[in-house]
């Protein structure tokens, strides 16, 4: 170049130099400082993240150990109802067999083959937990026992069976079937 053209650049250089502001002819210089910021919110980022991961994780098993105490609850409880649907419909069975034995009988054989079906029959509600209820001289229970008469008996003290027209039923706390009795006054 010459030496005119070296003498117009150098007042022109210092003429941009002095329009820009200070430091925007420089790049920045890269810190410590701005990596490890970056760094920090990614952390805090990732941390969120996981947060919200393992929050969603605990409430899903949460849900699924509900969902198997709900299940265990629904299992336990369908099995005694189950169980007393069907005895109930049997009973009617077993209330013919005793009805039967309370008449006379000519055949002292035919007499002893029905006592040996209504004892299978007791064995098996017994196996399945199933306990008659309704006995003379217990007190009325309204839940337990569905009054038909009411009978004076001084013998006998205020609101108790004196009578039991029907057995009652149940397994466990359930009542199958209330016992039909007769109530002394």
Same mark, same amino acid.
């Given at each position: ?6 003498? $117009?650049?150098?007042?022109?250089? !210092? ?6 502001? $200070?430091?925007?002819? +420089? ?6 400082? !701005?990596?490890?910021?970056?760094? +920090? ?15 969603? =994780? ?9 969902? @198997?105490? @709900? ?8 099995? &005694? !109802?189950? *169980?007393?649907?069907t005895?109930?419909?049997?009973? &009617?069975? *077993? $209330?013919?067999?005793? @009805? #039967?034995?309370d ?19 007791? +064995? #098996? ?15 009325? $229970? /309204?839940?337990?026992?569905? /009054?038909?008469? =009411? ?14 027209l !029907? ?6 706390? @359930? ?6 009795? /007769?109530?002394?006054?």
């Amino acid at each position: 170049m010459s030496e005119k053209k070296k003498h $117009d650049a150098a007042p022109q250089a !210092q003429a941009e130099e002095k329009q820009k502001p $200070d430091g925007a002819g +420089q790049e920045a210089p890269v810190t410590e400082a !701005q990596p490890a910021q970056e760094e +920090q919110n990614g952390l805090e980022l990732l941390q969120k993240q996981y947060d919200e991961l393992n929050d969603k =994780h605990l409430r899903i098993l949460a849900e699924y150990d509900n969902y @198997r105490k @709900r299940s265990v609850r629904e299992k336990e409880s369908v099995y &005694p !109802q189950a *169980v007393a649907s069907t005895v109930e419909r049997f009973l &009617p069975v *077993v $209330d013919n067999f005793e @009805r #039967a034995l309370d008449c006379e009988c000519a055949d002292p054989e035919f007499k002893k083959g029905m006592e040996m079906i209504l004892d299978g029959l007791r +064995q #098996a509600l017994e196996g399945l937990s199933v306990v008659p209820i309704g006995e003379v001289g217990e007190a009325f $229970d /309204a839940n337990l026992h569905h /009054a038909v008469m =009411h009978v004076e008996d001084d013998s006998l003290g205020e609101n108790v069976v004196s009578q039991v027209l !029907q057995k009652g039923y149940r397994i466990g706390e @359930r009542v199958i079937r209330c016992a039909m009795v /007769a109530v002394a006054n």
